[in-house]
């Protein structure tokens, strides 16, 4: 596989339920990202991680809450989340954090119902 | 706030146009930029990235930067039916936590009328 990976394409969940949405890169890079995207609006960036280390939350509620174990592997944990959190998440992966070209996986589709 | 604007369009243009793309930034320190293509329930597609001031050809692309007057454009030449897309601008920006991770603008959505 190459590139960045998304799992799964589309999630269905209610509000109390828990999931968790998962990012794998092959590209070798240091960086990786989370954004929204919700319809009308830009991507808003959710969190940062450099070398496994966050190092940006771009004031998310704590419903939401990224793992990153290791430089290729990402994870968004999600629990209690509202209708409002309906959007497509995309993962995306740099060589480095600021100003590197990023790599976008094909996205998470996320319903709450 | 440190933004990236542009214009949501629709931009039209008939088939085998020259499409101009806009984007203006406010942080005057950035330096990197770059144009992603987005096709309707897609992912964001890097087409082309600049540093510099001045102009960067890529097959029918050019991108164009202009640091003083803090704009960034897109030209795509013979416009094709498959240009159709939303163009998003991206710009590092320099947040209060001193990271300068890219900050993507809304998009403009180009139709290419065959």
């Known amino acids: 596989e190459t590139g960045v990976t998304q799992t799964p394409r589309h999630l269905v969940m209610g509000m109390t339920n828990k999931k968790s949405l998962k990012c794998e890169q092959h590209?070798?890079?240091?960086?990786m990202y989370w954004y929204k995207q919700s319809a009308k609006k830009p991507l808003e960036l959710m969190f940062v991680y450099s070398l496994e280390e966050r190092v940006e939350n771009n004031s998310v509620p704590s419903r939401f809450s990224p793992e990153c174990p290791n430089s290729s592997h990402l994870f968004l944990h999600l629990h209690t989340l509202q209708p409002e959190d309906s959007a497509l998440y995309l993962c995306?992966?740099?060589?480095?954090?600021?100003?590197?070209?990023?790599?976008f996986g094909d996205g998470t589709r996320l319903s709450i119902l | 706030q440190k933004e990236v604007e542009q214009n949501s369009g629709p931009l039209s243009v008939p088939e085998g146009a020259i499409a101009s793309l806009n984007c203006t930034y406010s942080d005057r320190g950035s330096q990197s930029f770059f144009w992603y293509r987005q096709y309707s329930g897609k992912s964001p597609e890097l087409i082309m990235f600049i540093y510099s001031n001045g102009d960067k050809e890529d097959g029918r692309f050019t991108a164009q930067l202009n640091k003083a007057s803090q704009y960034v454009s897109l030209l795509i030449r013979d416009s094709q039916p498959s240009d159709s897309a939303t163009y998003l601008c991206a710009v590092n920006i320099e947040l209060n936590s001193g990271n300068t991770p890219l900050v993507f603008g809304k998009g403009t959505r180009l139709s290419v009328i065959a």
């Open positions: 590209l070798g890079h240091n960086a």
């Open positions: 995306a992966s740099s060589q480095e954090v600021g100003g590197r070209p990023q790599h």
